[in-house]
């Protein structure tokens, strides 16, 4: 197991943050965000003055079929993302210069990178200041890990070794317990009062796996511009965190982020119906992103292909909005979760850029993350009983 590229070499532990996007390496793709004329986009009310959802008919050849449809708030809003983990995710590992020579406890222990430690010696493990401080006091001896790998829980014996330079017994791991960055709100549902954006999941910079979420908040997150991207080059989002309170993340799935609204969180979205996935048509669309600090606005997009099989990558979109191509060259990283709009109802979200050519990428379902939003908020509910 090879050093980690990214931290720095403490003891024990190691923190950082993820690049000021949501940016997170993905399969064949990496995860991200016509005329000239973008759109100021301002709130609208519900013309239903009873009830939030309304009612459309279909024909058939055979009946007409009746869809009850929900409303939710577009928002295609910054934010900002702390995620905490279930545990300390090894991301890598180093050989420790002892009197014996060249050793690495990680690799005599059968660690492997992407393995998540609960727990040292029953002891419960949830910062890495906790396994510093559990692996420093074993003063060599051995300990027993509880290690999560590929789902399972398994027990691994560990020694840290004594350093030869300072005397110091080390463990010579590269281990995170959290990660950080910015991406995009995609909506809000004002019944359930849950969010969600992204439209896939946050990974761990270094293993490429999910990051298990133990506990997680969204802020709020200001965006002053933008790194243009090109073939071959992924451009960015320029983007802080500011003190706003969004709420609290419930779920980190590779269907996006979701969670809870703080009830003093004003909901400044749009007032858009949900599409069904059969309604989704090629053509002529748009969608809500932020590039900078005049909030968001509607760009000129095109659905070229849908994949109804697919899981996640359901919509290939390609930009064709002349102001958005000529400030960002197309989606940079920290637009995922954009909305897409077409023919009036909310029908997708970006999720993905092509490497090779930035004005295209890779959208979900809209009725996909609402699906997961409510299944999720029925958990939430059960478990609260």
């Known amino acids: 197991m090879n050093k980690a590229k990214r931290g720095i070499n403490l003891v024990f532990t190691f923190l950082f943050l993820l690049t000021a996007s949501v940016c997170i390496i993905s399969v064949k793709g990496i995860d991200v965000g016509n005329d000239s004329s973008a759109v100021n986009l301002k709130k609208t009310e519900n013309t239903n003055e009873e009830t939030d959802t309304f009612n459309i008919v279909y024909q058939t050849a055979e009946k007409s079929k009746k869809t009850v449809r929900n409303y ?41 990178q992407g393995d998540i430690i609960t727990a040292v010696n029953e002891k419960p493990v949830k910062r890495n200041g906790e396994l510093s401080k559990y692996l420093a006091e074993s003063n060599g001896k051995k300990v027993v890990l509880t290690v999560i790998r590929d789902g399972k829980e398994i027990k691994v014996d560990f020694k840290a070794v004594l350093c030869d330079n300072d005397k110091r017994y080390k463990a010579g791991l590269w281990v995170r317990d959290s990660s950080a960055g910015i991406g995009t709100l995609s909506f809000y549902d004002e019944k359930l009062k849950m969010f969600c954006g992204l439209g896939h999941g946050v990974n761990d910079i270094d293993t490429g796996e999910l990051v298990p979420l133990l506990e997680g908040e969204a802020i709020g997150a200001d965006i002053t511009g933008a790194y243009k991207g ?31 609204y703080d009830e003093n969180t004003p909901d400044n979205g749009i007032i858009y119906p949900i599409a069904e996935k059969r309604e989704v ?19 000129d997009i095109e659905i070229t292909k849908i994949d109804s099989g697919s899981s996640e990558k359901n919509l290939v979109i390609n ?67």
Not at 85 to 95: A, D
Not at 333 to 359: C, E, R, Y
Request: aromatic share 8%; no cysteine; glycine share 14%.
């Open 72 to 112: 939710l708030s577009v928002l295609g809003t910054p934010f900002g993302i702390k995620l905490y983990t279930k545990g300390v995710i090894v991301v890598g590992s180093e050989s420790i210069l002892t009197k014996d020579g060249f050793i690495n406890p990680a690799e005599a222990a059968g660690l492997k």
């Open 230 to 260: 090109s073939q071959g080059v992924i451009g960015e989002l320029i983007g802080v965190f500011n003190e706003n309170i969004i709420g609290s993340i419930i779920e980190n799935s590779t269907k996006g982020v979701y969670g809870f």
């Open 281 to 299: 048509k090629t053509g002529k669309a748009q969608m809500i992103s932020t590039i900078d600090e005049n909030g968001p606005k509607l760009y």
């Open 319 to 385: 930009v064709t909005d002349a102001s958005l191509i000529a400030k960002t060259g197309g989606i940079v990283q920290g637009m995922s979760g954009s909305p897409v709009i077409q023919d009036g109802m909310l029908v997708g979200v970006v999720t993905h850029v092509f490497v090779d050519n930035p004005k295209g990428g890779y959208g979900i379902f809209a009725e996909t993350m609402y699906d997961e939003m409510t299944k999720l908020y029925e958990r939430e509910m059960k478990n609260a009983a």
